[in-house]
């Protein structure tokens, strides 16, 4: 899943500074898992900019609305009359939420990003996410016995380790695990060893066109015919 922070609150009430009427938008996917941006994370956000903004004595309206996805043109269309009606949006979803609800609703509303949205991770132990994969388009978890080396090694190698690890955690944070030595340990069990020898050229990003996109089979001659008209 996508996962996120919240930004500091001074960095949020000064975004919203020149805005009167304001909504502070959840997104009930991702950035609710993360404790982030869900529908409990938006009601606080919004108690707590109120109180801020009638502390220092400047009146503004701020309400709250949480949809399922902010990824999903349909949830953004279920509440687009409403988003309308607001100078500004906090949206506390991911990236990708922030931008495709202002491209939903026509790219003339003020979307500001109310979280940081940090990697793709997953859930180690309740409340603690780590970063496992940059979504490089060309996934080569084949050959590294299911460890990611661009995620999981620092200096994302993918020929290692660097040499400077100690005591098989990175030089770079020493709290860390060196990816490399997660990539020997996983192949030596699966008796894949062989694979750390081989030497690898150097990824080509360029193959992976962003912003990428991706059209599912089912979909392509609809997509094709709608093209042609
Ligand atoms: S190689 Fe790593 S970054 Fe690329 S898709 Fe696979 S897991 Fe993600
Ligand atoms: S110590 Fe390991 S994880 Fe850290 S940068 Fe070097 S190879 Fe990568």
Redesign the pocket.
């Known amino acids: 899943m996508i996962v996120a922070k919240r930004k500091p609150i001074d960095e949020i009430k000064e975004m919203l500074k020149p805005y009167q009427k304001i909504l502070i938008l959840g997104c009930g996917s991702c950035t609710a898992v993360c404790m982030a941006g869900g529908e409990k994370e938006a009601g606080l956000l919004t108690t707590e900019l109120q109180m801020m903004f009638e502390l220092s004595k400047d009146s503004k309206q701020i309400d709250t609305i949480t949809v399922l996805r902010q990824c999903d043109r349909e949830y953004i269309e279920e509440v687009k009359n409403k988003l309308l009606g607001y100078d500004a949006i906090l949206s506390i979803a991911c990236g990708v939420g922030v931008q495709f609800t202002a491209e939903v609703l026509g790219g003339d509303k003020i979307l500001l990003p109310g979280l940081n949205t940090a990697f ?1 991770g997953a859930t180690i132990e309740p409340g603690t996410w780590m970063e ?10 084949d050959e ?1 016995g299911g460890i ?5 090694c620092s200096k994302s190698l993918l020929n290692g380790p660097c040499g400077g690890h100690e005591k098989g955690k990175c030089e770079v944070e020493r709290t860390r695990d060196c990816g490399w030595v997660l990539i020997y340990e996983r192949l030596k069990k699966l008796g894949k060893l062989e694979l750390i020898k081989k030497i690898k050229p150097p990824k080509n990003y360029g193959a992976v066109k962003r912003p990428d996109k991706i059209i599912h089979e089912a979909y392509q001659t609809v997509t094709t015919e709608k093209q042609k008209n």
């Open positions: 793709l496992r994969c940059l979504a490089c388009g060309d996934c080569i978890l590294y990611c080396p661009i995620t999981m």
